[in-house]
T-cell receptor, first 113, second 117 residues
Framework: EAQVTQNPRYLITVTGKKLTVTCSQN?????MSWYRQDPGLGLRQIYY???????DKGDVPEGYKVSRKEKRNFPLILESPSPNQTSLYFC????????????FGPGTRLTVT | AQKVTQAQTEISVVEKEDVTLDCVYE???????LFWYKQPPSGELVFLIR??????QNEISGRYSWNFQKSTSSFNFTITASQVVDSAVYFC??????????????FGAGTQVVVTP
């Protein structure tokens, strides 16, 4: 089954404790992206990657890191989480070339206390 | 700057009523893509439609239809004869095709649709 998986689905952590949210897709997509969803703001793009070893900032990259060492994986790293990073996070993937529809993971609910 | 505006925060309708969701976008590009996604209460994001800036034909898919008007920079979405299963948050999104914007996707704030029996 074609899918994007994220782990963990729920995470409660404390300020400053480094964490990684994993994202993996099995569709051989070149493009992957991370978004955060906050009430009243919709989804905002954090980082995206057009292919392996190619990443770029979205609209809200501060406080986040990403890496793309393999085509299928695109982890999101919070080196020192803060309460304002409490949010719902989505990973997505799509074919590259012209903008195509994105396939989204199930979401990760992160709470930073 | 917000490039996609969904002015309606929430729309409540009774089943079988039609509902139209507005989406106004802002871009200087001549080539761009517009999308609609649905987020039901279960939380996943479901792709509904993609439209490029050169295709102004309206589209119908079952009870869903989309009206794209470049002159007013709008890409509105209508659900005909709404059903309870249509209750969800609907997002409009814009992807510009320029060197600086390639790969970026900007969403509107979303419109919550509540359909009551």
């Amino acid at each position: 089954e074609a899918q994007v998986t994220q782990n963990p689905r729920y995470l409660i952590t404390v300020t400053g404790k480094k964490l990684t949210v994993t994202c993996s897709q099995n569709m051989n997509h070149e493009y992957m992206s991370w978004y955060r969803q906050d009430p009243g703001l919709g989804l905002r793009q954090i980082y995206y990657s057009m292919n392996v070893e190619v990443t770029d900032k979205g609209d809200v990259p501060e406080g986040y890191k990403v890496s793309r060492k393999e085509k299928r994986n695109f982890p999101l790293i919070l080196e020192s989480p803060s309460p304002n990073q409490t949010s719902l996070y989505f990973c997505a993937s799509s074919r590259t070339g012209l903008p195509h529809e994105q396939y989204f993971g199930p979401g990760t609910r992160l709470t930073v206390t | 700057a917000q490039k996609v505006t969904q002015a309606q925060t929430e729309i409540s309708v009774v089943e079988k009523e039609d509902v139209t969701l507005d989406c106004v976008y802002e871009t200087r590009d001549t080539t761009y893509y517009l999308f609609w996604y649905k987020q039901p209460p279960s939380g996943e994001l479901v792709f509904l439609i993609r439209r490029n800036s050169f295709d102004e034909q309206n589209e119908i898919s079952g009870r869903y239809s989309w009206n794209f008007q470049k002159s007013t920079s709008s890409f509105n979405f209508t659900i005909t004869a709404s059903q309870v299963v249509d209750s969800a948050v609907y997002f409009c999104a814009l992807s510009e095709v320029t060197t600086d914007s390639w790969g970026k996707l900007q969403f509107g704030a979303g419109t919550q649709v509540v359909v009551t029996p």
